[in-house]
């Protein structure tokens, strides 16, 4: 298994520019989440999903929307890049066993940079 | 609403020192987790407690929930230049839905 994986690693964008940050997961697990880290900060989460059509915000969803069409694939999209969204972004997922409580297991990150 | 708020923010030991970072919340936790970020990675899942006054162990690594399940604290016996990182600790509480709430991290830097 490939565990979580995340495209791009990095990214570079103008202000007001748009992208899609793809997250996929092949352990058949149901909860997937988007946090974001900025430096010397801990995680903070962006929007979570229960399982394949069903999605909700987190702590600081402004600025972001999200998918989940399949059980693997949570894609995250900015729209309108502002330099407050240049940071690290890490997708997680969480097996059906464990609930949204349980562990998480993350992806590498994708490191945004909004200039 | 919940936070969840770590300290130390930074520590440098001599290896061979011992290390504890502590984990405090403002509201009850149904359980807590804690994660290891090495510099340039990914958080990686540790441990889970769950029960008030628990204690477990992973080799050098020494996990508490304290009894009034508020608290949490992760201690390393005797470091090695492998236990550098960030170390976090993320609780969940009734008040927010059963989403995990991460602290601003530890960050362990061990001089070999």
């Known amino acids: 298994n490939a565990g979580v994986t995340q495209t791009p690693k990095f990214r570079i964008l103008k202000i007001g520019q748009s992208m899609t940050l793809q997250c996929t997961q092949d352990?058949?697990?149901?909860?997937m989440y988007w946090y974001r880290q900025d430096p010397g900060m801990g995680l903070k989460l962006i929007y979570y999903?229960?399982?394949?059509?069903?999605?909700d915000k987190g702590e600081v969803p402004n600025g972001y929307n999200v998918s989940r069409s399949t059980t693997e694939d949570f894609p995250l999209r900015l729209e309108l890049a502002a330099p407050s969204q240049t940071s690290v972004y890490f997708c997680?997922?969480?097996?059906?066993?464990?609930?949204?409580?349980?562990?998480?297991?993350f992806g590498p990150g994708t490191r945004l940079t909004v200039t | 609403g919940q936070q969840v708020m770590q300290i130390p923010q930074y520590q440098h030991v001599q290896e061979g020192e011992d290390f504890t970072t502590y984990c405090n919340s403002s509201?009850?936790?149904?359980?807590i987790q804690w994660y290891k970020q090495r510099p340039g990675g990914h958080p990686v899942f540790l441990i889970q407690?769950?029960?008030?006054?628990e204690v477990k162990k992973q080799k050098r690594l020494t996990f508490q929930f304290g009894e009034a399940k508020k608290n949490s604290s992760l201690h390393i016996t005797a470091t090695q230049t492998t236990d550098v990182g960030t170390y976090f600790c993320?609780?969940?509480?009734?008040?927010?839905?059963?989403?995990?709430?991460f602290g601003q991290g530890t960050t362990l830097q061990v001089k070999p």
């Open positions: 997680a997922s969480s097996p059906p066993a464990s609930g949204i409580q349980g562990e998480q297991y």
């Open positions: 352990m058949n697990h149901n909860y």
């Open positions: 999903s229960v399982g394949a059509g069903i999605t």
């Open positions: 509201t009850t936790l149904s359980n």
């Open positions: 407690l769950v029960k008030s006054g």
């Open positions: 993320a609780g969940t509480g009734s008040s927010n839905t059963g989403k995990l709430i």
